[in-house]
């Protein structure tokens, strides 16, 4: 294996060891496991299918007491008040509903958005969810470790050793040539070329490598 070789592999070392960090360190705001329960199944659902997955739990819970009911084209519409309930997400969900929505729309209205996010909070600081810019970080470093052990085989692989070759050789020759000329403007035609041409290339003066 080239020596180059392993300062790639070391980087693509350091970013799995900091995107390890980042999964499995909790934020400032984390006080560690609530022992008040069960989270309420609309916790559950963010947990495992994000905003959208929390309003649909929201929503089979309202229409179960008959709060929201079926609109035209795939809507919901609300049927009512929301029942006795006290979760920040049942009410903020029908909060949202002043008209029928569809599912995607609803799920993006402000009022059941910043239930969500409230619902979002409380989690992470219990420790159960982690923040955005750490998911996102350590999927960008998972995704940088592949392409960094490519690079580096690509950079310090035989091929590049030949093409850094081939370089070198063309501009040693570029510069022979140059010297060449140099040479022969100063003694113009009266011998050859000095000092000799050493890099292979057939002078044009005298004829001869």
């Known amino acids: 294996m080239p020596t180059g070789m392993w300062w790639f592999i070391g980087a693509a070392c350091g970013q799995l060891l900091l995107a390890a960090v980042l999964l ?3 934020s400032r705001g984390s006080e560690g496991p609530r022992p008040d329960g069960v989270p309420p199944p609309q916790a559950l659902a963010l947990l495992r299918g994000g905003r959208r ?6 929503l089979v819970a309202l229409h179960q007491r008959g709060a929201v009911a ?6 919901i ?8 309930t006290e979760d920040p997400v049942q009410l903020g969900v029908h909060r949202a ?17 910043r239930a969500v996010d409230a619902l979002g909070r409380e989690l992470r600081g219990a420790g159960l969810l982690r923040a955005p810019w750490r998911l996102w970080a350590a999927r960008t470093l998972l995704g940088c470790v592949p392409l960094t052990v490519v690079v580096g085989a690509y950079a310090t692989g035989r091929r590049a050793r030949v093409w850094r070759r081939r370089w070198r050789s063309a501009r040693f020759r570029r ?10 403007r100063r003694r113009g ?21």
Not at 97 to 113: M, N, Q, Y
């Open 77 to 84: 519409r609300a049927n009512g008040g929301p029942g006795r």
């Open 53 to 58: 997955a929390a309003v649909t739990v929201a």
């Open 70 to 75: 079926a609109g035209r084209k795939h809507t």
């Open 175 to 184: 510069s022979a040539r140059r010297a060449c000329r140099g040479s022969r």
């Open 97 to 113: 509903l002043d008209r029928a929505f569809a599912l995607r729309d609803l799920a993006l209205r402000p009022e059941a958005r």
């Open 189 to 209: 035609r009266r011998g050859g070329c000095w000092p000799p041409c050493v890099s292979g290339i057939r002078c044009r003066r005298t004829g001869v490598r």
């Open 24 to 26: 499995r360190t909790r």
